[in-house]
């Protein structure tokens, strides 16, 4: 259960670093759960800190 719950969360980091990665906005999160949508979240942030790293 416990690895089940983390893979969930591991994926939503992962897709939220793909959607910061194309410049989507990060109201269009599509996790509705605390947890979740927390990490969709840091992943959107540590995609615009790289896109902003590449940038300069």
Avoid: F
């Avoid at 992962?14 to 906005?25: D, E, K």
Wanted: net charge positive; proline share 2%; aromatic share 8%.
């Amino acid at each position: 259960m416990k690895r089940q719950k983390r893979d969930r969360l591991e994926r939503a980091l992962s897709r939220g670093y793909q959607a910061g990665l194309t410049g989507r906005s990060k109201e269009l999160c599509p996790y509705q759960a605390i947890d979740a949508r927390s990490h969709w979240l840091g992943g959107w942030r540590k995609a615009m800190e790289d896109r902003a790293a590449v940038a300069v």
